[in-house]
């Protein structure tokens, strides 16, 4: 007996298909793509006078209109566009030495990428910044409006898109060949607002006036498939080869951003997916009898897959359409790598030798068994062959220790909707135990925490562990993760295959978050260091080392600091009606609200710092500005409530005549790239208060040191390692480490014991319950304070004692004016490391072996 396959989706009959239009017979021309890379003169001069006629050209063809009659919004696509151009013609030479030299790529799959802003970066990228504000100015068009009318994609929910992002960038600066896969959600991450101090969340519709950026390939389609059965090809076994009836399917477009790298000619492309429903899907006779919803309801069902992000940032939600998102991702991906890896190759076993592809963290982990099914079911290639391949190609990056936050998947869930794969999870599952006994014969506990598959208290698939059996390799992004991942998460795993286990620690693009977001820093940087060559080399901020003492530097160095907070008191006017004071101290917590990072922490600090001001108007406290930003899952009960009480302490405090000029408290609403590339310059105290052995590593750690702000922290994740590097007497230390903070949680750990105690915790703790901060309704907090009375997971108040002991410090530190600059100096030449470029070269050495490709210019 032999099923149906749904039209379209059987891509076995055509050997070079894959990039076909489903829908036709028509194989791909881009099989062998013809490329004639050059110059067109007249879309991409090279004289300011050239660049203007380029912007009214595409002005009046691209956008169909005139200089008399263009709109704010026509000049920021026309320049948008122009820009493109630009990089297009790299690109397409870009495309020809990768043709021309078939090296091997790395393929980034990525559920989640926090682009930020296009516009600025291509700018500066193609070196047009300068003429850009000519021309502009002289038509009397600001160079921020034309910024602000720039969206930023807000394709991710924190650390885990943005890390993403940085790796794009860096990877096409160091010319590494590389493409980013991920999907084009409709809707992106929330936009935050808040109403009585509460986060309510607004619909992302981040390309309502359309996106300039990007280039859609409607002709790159695939069909991707779900639920349905398998049958045998030929013969019985579930190697395969099997076929899939899929009894559902939905396309997949693709559009793709161009990634150009900085100082070089290379110009890779992050490919987003957008699922689309197939053409016959419109009900025209519905239609026809007026029942419109109806008419589009499949449609509406299809492009579902890719409407949302979701707005969840580690704990898994137990929803089949985000199963379904990430299968979709990694079957449009795999397919289109498949189809570049033909263009130069027939021998599958040189796959690995082509193709790397690094799976960031678990979301695209469904890889793994496409691959399998791909290679055993579509090429015929043997079941043990193809595992061989298949494992030579996969890395995977964890981004968590929290268990809580290790996907899983109900095995039941799996079976209706990807009946193939769950066939082949069981028999790679079978494989892996039965070589598992062969080497600890017996051991049921190994085999049991182990297996792919969780037996209790529901059959589930343990996306982790398949990540970890069907990789090459295994990285945390930070030392102190990377050690706990191999002690503790994955401790069995790696005892068994100690060489899979490797480091990687994060970093940041320079490029972004120090040039483009800090211009005053920049040049004050480049003034010292004889020229811009740290932009693609941080080591040399060492060079800033020499003038950490001087009075002269020191004096430009504050000087840059109080002008960027003059800016960021400037917006927060505008958009909270809150007033800083640009002399204050900046003191930054800018991240996702989570119980871990402990923003709650900062919280009791605060009302520390009120409760000393009003019981003594006299005290000596430094003038601070505390800025909050951040978002919360929607559902995140517990991290919404610290957030209202972030906006009611800062009501409270901000109105209170007796700390005016003392102390002030902003929270930003919707943290975002841009917000980020806002606050991390005028930062003088970056808080990464997260308890130890929680934050894996953390990123914005890094933006912050970078820009010259000291770091107060735990010994967590990637803050180990910026202590080690800037030095212990520039960095404010406190709290367990990762080791007292389990052995306390283990010995029963008594937070009433810290109150008990602690009189000025007490007295902090006593004010929010008793309605301080709530107009005297004592139930509003109470759920916090007892959270942190309870068993807290998260220690906040054995950890309180020394967090404020050590902001006392930071207080006096502050008060020698010439000794903080000096700290905040000798961070940022010393953050070098926390390039995004090193980080890259981590991957390239010691996971990816990927040589770069020097792109010729024109
Ligand atoms: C850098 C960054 C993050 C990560 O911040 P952490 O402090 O490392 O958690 C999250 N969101 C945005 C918008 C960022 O730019």
Known sequence: MSGKLPEGYDNTRRVHGEGARPDTEADSLAFVPEIKPGPNIRRVGTTVEDFEQNLLSNLYFQRGTTIESASAGDAYHTLAVTLRDRLVDRYARTVAAHYETNPR??????AEYMLGRQLNQNLLYTGTEQWTREIAEARGLSMETLATLDVEPGLGNGGLGR????????????????????????????????????????????????NPWEFAAPDDQHVVGFYGKTESANGDSMAG?????????????PSHMLVPGYGTQTVNIVRLWRARASRQSFDLARFGAGQYGEAV?????????????????????????????????VSCSLRDIIRRFQFRNRDWDAFPDKVVIQLNDTHPVLAIPELMRLLVDEHQVDWDRAWSITQRTFA???????????????????????????????????????????????????????SLIQEEPERRVRMANLAVVGS???????????????????RDFASLWPEKFHNVTNGVTPRRFVRLANPRLSSLISAHLGGDGWLTDLDQLAGLEAFADDNAMRERWRDVKRLNKVDLAAYAARTTGVVLDPQAMCDVMIKRFHEYKRQLLKVLHVVTLYNRLRDDPAATV??????????????????????????AVADTVNNDPRVAGALRVVFLPDYNVTRAELIVPSADLSEQISLAGKEASGTGNMKLALNGAVTIGTLDGANIEIRDRVGADNFFLFGYNAEQAMSARRSGYSARSFYDQDPELRAVLDAISGGVFSSGDRDAFASVVDSVLGWDEYLCLGDYRSYVDCQDT??????????????????TARSGFFSSDRTVRDYCRGIWNVEPVRVPEE
Request: glycine share 6%; net charge neutral.
């Open 622 to 647: 430094v003038p601070r500005t505390v800025v909050f930003a951040g978002k919360a899952a929607p559902g995140y009960r517990a991290a919404k409530l610290v957030m209202k009480l972030v906006n």
């Open 396 to 450: 995977y990056t964890c981004h968590t220790l929290l268990p809580e936050a290790l996907e899983t998947w109900p095995v039941a869930l799996m079976e209706r909707l990807l009946p193939r794969h769950m066939e082949i999870i069981y028999l790679i599952n079978h494989v892996f135990l039965r070589d598992l006994d062969m080497r600890h014969p017996g051991d049921l506990r190994l085999m049991r925490d182990l």
């Open 297 to 329: 309801q499949h449609i509406a069902l299809s492009e579902s897959i890719s409407k949302v992000l979701y707005p969840d940032d580690s704990t898994e939600l137990g929803r089949e359409l985000r199963l379904k998102q990430q299968y979709f991702l």
């Open 163 to 210: 890390l993403a992002a940085c790796l794009l960038d860096s990877m096409a600066t160091l010319d590494i060949p590389a493409v980013g896969y991920g999907i084009r959600y409709d809707y992106g991450i929330f936009k935050q607002t808040f109403q009585n101090g509460e986060q309510v969340e607004r619909p992302d519709d981040w390309t309502f006036y359309g």
């Open 241 to 253: 080869p099997r076929r899939w009836i899929p009894s559902e399917t939905v396309r997949g477009e």
């Open 810 to 827: 930071v207080e006096r530190a502050w008060q020698d004016r010439e000794r903080w600059t000096s700290m905040s100096i000798r961070n």
């Open 105 to 110: 790529f790395v393929y980034y799959l990525s």
């Open 472 to 490: 090459h390799a295994v990285n945390g992004v930070a030392e102190l993760h990377s050690r706990l991942l191999a002690e503790t998460t994955l």
